[in-house]
């Protein structure tokens, strides 16, 4: 690997920044100063220093797992299990879960050690819509397209209050809806759909920005392909 590309990569830096700190002389492969960007490593291998601390090569890691019902957004279980007990194969990786769905919410959840693009998938600062399909007692009528859209006030689970974003509700019977928001909230489709006199039976994520849940079995998980990474740091800028 080119060393530019691993001080980039370990050091979260721009090509031309890693390039930057290549010039000033503060990076060494096993123990010499080496300047050229285009100096080949091997990650096992050699060790890159940087201020005197090695730099540790970990590979990013995108999963999309379909979190059935009974599981816990969380890296330990307690009354049910945590979902990571659904992974295998990923116990050495520091995985963010971005966007914590409910226990008895299922659907899409995305795990990754990339921690700023876990932080930009939540963030109300990037407005990446979240899917989601709700089944509910009560009825959708026309009228609660407004209340969604214009947004509404809510409190927090610690008792603060906020105004959600405008959403969007997409009514599929007097039941059943699509709902999509641009932020995550504690609880925040249970909240909305309750100020809007409904309770909500079943909650199922379909979508994360440009990733679908699409016929993933729950339970189950898969890697992100090298365009759905790309497509969706895109939409996280
Ligand atoms: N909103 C909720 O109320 N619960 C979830 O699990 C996700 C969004």
Do not use: W
């Not at 009514?171 to 809007?196: D, L, P, V, Y």
């Amino acid at each position: 690997m080119r060393l530019d590309k691993f001080i980039s990569h370990v050091l979260n830096l721009t090509r031309s920044e890693a390039k930057t700190l290549l010039r000033k002389g503060e990076i060494q492969v096993n123990s010499s100063v080496v300047r050229k960007g285009d100096f080949q490593i091997n990650p096992e291998s050699d060790e890159i220093t940087y201020r005197g601390g090695t730099l540790e090569y970990e590979e990013k890691v995108y999963l999309l797992l379909h979190k059935p019902k009974g599981y816990l957004s969380s890296h330990r279980g307690g009354v049910h299990p945590s979902v990571m007990n659904l992974l295998s194969g990923f116990e050495k990786h520091k995985l963010f879960i971005a966007g914590r769905l409910d226990a008895d919410s299922e659907g899409l959840l995305l795990l990754t050690n990339d921690g700023e693009l876990a932080h930009r998938l939540t963030s109300p600062k990037y407005r990446i819509p979240k899917k989601y399909h709700v089944q509910v007692e009560g009825v959708f009528e026309d009228s609660d397209i407004s209340l969604f859209r214009e947004g509404m006030d809510l409190t927090d689970g610690r008792g603060n209050s906020y105004r959600t974003l405008p959403a969007k509700l997409e009514i599929i019977s007097k039941n059943e809806a699509r709902i999509t928001i641009f932020e995550g909230k504690f609880h925040q489709i249970k909240r909305m759909c309750s100020a809007a006199g409904k309770v909500v039976t079943r909650l199922v994520r379909t979508e994360i920005g440009p990733l679908k849940l699409g016929n993933l079995k729950p339970g189950s998980f898969r890697k992100l392909n090298p365009e759905e990474i790309e497509i969706l740091k895109k939409e996280c800028t």
